[in-house]
């Protein structure tokens, strides 16, 4: 009789071991792929992650700092400023052109190009506008090849490539917001009396670079990598209205994006 319960304790036993056993299996694998699952999210974040710009207008962490230059934006447009702006540089742009702005009357155009942007011999305009219902400065590009609009930060993406370029020179804000504080902020009281000399200058373009007298190359600075031959096709928007300053771009059609390639400060 004793040797039957010591039979049956034995088995239980070794029962509950194997059980045991089993479970630990369970949970290592369960652990593992879990452990392997974590080290590839991990490395696709760091080989997939690129950093695009936001503009500062869209930017919750500039909000606060930028607060004041929207009221400005805001004051200048209430004063029909950028209006009689809009109505000079409107008869300079084609028909085309002039009935999407017909469709937009949130828009007042405050600056205009025209060139090769998105591809060779294709026909590309650049638009800086006041956007009365968002209270912000946006860069619209043309392509005319697809007969589309888009917003520079919002619809085509945009990755500052001068960022770890030791370049030198940094200044705070996104192109279209760098715009309003040298060419509307700064010049507001200037504006209200005359928007003449205003319009004499040109503070974007579309252009060859190495062949356009307002750059320096040799004074700039390039972004890491980037190929410094075939140079048209190039955006570019003056960041001083006092200096011969000026960050270009560079489009690329195999991911929609635009490069920050190119950038000049203080250059004579």
């Known amino acids: 009789m004793r040797n039957k319960i010591v039979l049956v304790i034995f088995t239980l036993l070794q029962i509950s071991c194997n059980s045991k056993q089993e479970e ?26 690129i950093q695009y710009q936001i503009s500062s207008y869209d930017n919750p962490e ?10 400005s934006l805001k004051r200048l447009s209430e004063k029909n400023i950028f209006l009689e702006i809009h109505n000079k ?8 052109q002039q009935s999407f702005f017909k ?17 060779e011999n294709s026909n590309d305009f650049v638009f800086i506008v006041y956007d009365k219902k968002n209270v912000k400065i946006s860069i619209l590009l043309y392509n005319g090849t697809t007969n589309t609009y888009a917003e520079l930060y919002k619809d085509i993406k945009v990755i500052n490539g001068l960022k770890n370029a030791n370049c030198n020179f940094y200044s705070f804000g996104t192109l279209d917001y760098r715009f309003a504080n ?10 209200a009396k005359s928007t003449e000399s205003y319009l004499e200058y040109t503070p974007v373009k579309i252009t060859d670079i190495s062949k356009d007298e307002n750059f320096i190359l040799k004074s700039g600075c390039f972004a890491k990598k980037v190929s410094k031959t075939n140079l048209d096709n190039t955006l570019c928007i003056a960041t001083s209205a006092v200096y011969n ?11 929609n994006t635009f490069l920050v390639f190119y950038g000049q400060a203080f250059a004579d």
């Open 24 to 49: 630990n299996k369970i949970n290592h694998a369960s652990n593992t792929k879990k452990e392997i699952t974590k080290d590839s999210s991990i490395k696709t974040e760091t080989v997939d992650s």
């Open 62 to 71: 500039d909000a606060e700092r930028i607060s004041k230059e929207k009221e």
């Open 89 to 96: 540089l409107i008869q300079n742009i084609n028909e085309e």
């Open 103 to 119: 469709t937009k009357p949130d828009y007042e155009l405050l600056y205009t190009a025209k060139g090769s942007l998105f591809q």
């Open 182 to 191: 040298e060419f509307l902020f700064s010049n507001e009281e200037s504006l």
């Open 245 to 255: 300053s000026w960050d270009c771009l560079r489009y690329d059609k195999t991911n």
